[in-house]
């Protein structure tokens, strides 16, 4: 006779099974805990700006969001609170953090700053430069708001997913089904979208960053960088 | 002697209400008397606020409440790395683990994971073998280049940024399957082999942006 314990692990067994291809992507639906979240980031990017004195910050969060109603009640949750992590000695321990949450309508902006503590549990730098920026919720790019505030600009709401994958394919490639990709293939991601947050800010703010980190570029300074999304306890 | 009788029990009171104020100070259920009197005094750090006695300044700025302690669900440095390399059952763990001590949890797993994708792995464009290539993997951070190109790899920068535009899959399908030879990959699906180097989907399918906030608008 099968407990309640037992029970409740064979469905979840069976839903993992049933769900598995899924869980193969970016960071997308990546494991149990977060899958499907308000906490679950699909991707991160870092990239020189157009202005190339400036680095650009994208956190993706709650990937694979169909067009239309689904995108449209997607929220940030005031309860998460996405942070960027920089190392600037190449020790992986964060020297400065970039902290966003949501309040109300708007995305709230501390830092760069020297975090409070290091590691898993986080509290918010609030004595830190403070930035808010309207939650975009049009689906044009006139209709993007952007704030602008010490040198940085912020965006928070819905984008396209810039990430671009035959996830599918792959899929059935693990399996077995297949054994190789297509020359052309099929974007699992087309037409889908995410919640995003694009912070760009004066590399200058981020100091110099370390040599010797990367081997394939030695002599190149290197910010090693990282994105976590918090829950509040 | 009437006089000490008025005394003691102004004595006693004085004492209760001392005895009082260190309770109510040691729980924090009210504030000292000064972080309500609208003067910046004691060791406040703003106006009635701050220091060793008042409720933290930057606790409630513009009346918007940001206190609290945050706790770690997720997070993300190159792109599916615990997707392709950490087994299924231990994400949730590489999720809340800092990125300094992913290496000892992790790198065997990913080893592991790399020789069940990919058994006659043998080295790959950089010159790594299983072992060194799962080292990098582990040390899970996105390097972002201070000055130069900052791209996951464009065919000659390798490792220096992520842009929304590189074609991150196709790489990280390069290193696991392609071989030591960049411009002889191993199964490119010519020779009898599958094609297993790229997926065949090489840009996104809505244009970005040329400047902020750079990524598409939404469907």
Redesign the interface.
């Known amino acids: 006779m099968m407990n309640k314990t037992k029970l409740t692990f064979a469905i979840a067994f069976l839903g993992m099974l049933i769900t598995a291809p899924f869980l193969l992507a970016g960071d997308h639906f990546d494991a149990p805990a977060v899958s499907g979240t308000s906490s679950d980031l699909s991707s991160f990017y870092a990239f020189e700006g157009a202005n190339t004195n400036n680095l650009v910050l994208v956190a993706n969060l709650q990937g694979l969001l169909p067009s239309g109603v689904p995108t449209q009640i997607a929220q940030f949750d005031e309860d998460v609170l996405v942070e960027f992590n920089i190392d600037t000695t190449g020790d992986l321990i964060e020297d400065l953090v970039i902290q966003a949450t949501k309040r109300g309508d708007s995305m709230y902006f501390f830092g760069p700053v020297v975090p409070i503590s290091t590691g898993l549990q986080s509290e918010i730098a609030t004595f830190a430069t403070q930035s808010k920026v309207a939650i975009s919720s049009g689906t044009t790019d006139a209709e993007a708001i952007v704030a602008t505030n010490n040198g940085m600009q912020f965006f928070a709401g819905a984008r396209d997913d810039a990430f671009f994958f035959d996830l599918n394919r792959f899929n059935a490639i693990v399996s077995g089904e297949v054994t190789g990709f297509n020359e052309v293939g099929e974007d699992t991601f087309a037409g889908t979208n995410t919640l995003s947050i694009v912070v760009e800010l004066p590399k200058s703010m981020l100091g110099t960053g370390a040599i010797g980190i990367n081997p394939n570029a030695p002599t190149t300074p290197i910010y090693s960088i990282w994105v976590e999304t918090k829950r509040k306890q | 002697m009437k006089k000490n009788l008025y005394i003691l029990p102004i004595l006693f009171s004085i004492l209760l209400f001392v005895q009082c104020t260190e309770e109510i100070t040691d729980n924090s259920i009210i504030p000292n008397a000064t972080c309500t009197d609208g003067i910046q005094n004691g060791d406040e750090t703003g106006l009635d606020c701050g220091g060793s006695n008042c409720a933290p300044c930057?606790?409630a700025?513009g009346g918007?409440d940001?206190?609290?302690?945050?706790?770690?669900?997720?997070?993300?440095?190159r792109?599916?790395v615990?997707?392709?390399y950490i087994t299924?059952g231990l994400?949730?763990a590489?999720?809340?683990t800092?990125?300094?001590e992913?290496t000892a949890n992790f790198q065997q797993d990913m080893q592991a994971n790399l020789l069940l994708?990919h058994p006659a792995y043998s080295t790959n464009i950089?010159g790594q073998d299983a072992t060194a290539f799962s080292t990098l993997l582990s040390?899970?951070?996105?390097?972002?280049?201070?000055?130069?190109?900052?791209?996951f790899y464009d065919g000659t920068?390798?490792?220096?940024?992520?842009?929304?535009q590189d074609?991150?899959?196709d790489f990280h399908l390069l290193l696991l399957y392609g071989g030591a030879d960049v411009n002889n990959p191993l199964?490119d699906?010519t020779n009898g082999q599958?094609?297993?180097i790229?997926?065949?989907?090489?840009?996104?399918?809505?244009p970005?942006?040329?400047?902020?906030?750079?990524?598409?608008?939404?469907?």
Do not use: C
Not at chain 2, 139 to 151: A, E, F, H, N, R
Not at chain 2, 157 to 164: K, Q, W, Y
């Open positions: 930057e606790d700025i918007i940001f206190s609290g302690t945050y706790m770690q669900e997720d997070q993300v440095g792109p599916a615990s997707i392709v299924p994400r949730d590489y999720n809340t800092i990125p300094s992913l994708h950089l040390k899970d951070v996105l390097w972002v280049g201070q000055s130069g190109i900052t791209t920068n390798i490792l220096t940024g992520r842009r929304l074609d991150v899959m199964n699906g599958p094609l297993l790229r997926d065949g989907v090489s840009e996104n399918d809505k970005f942006l040329a400047n902020f906030p750079y990524l598409a608008s939404p469907f």
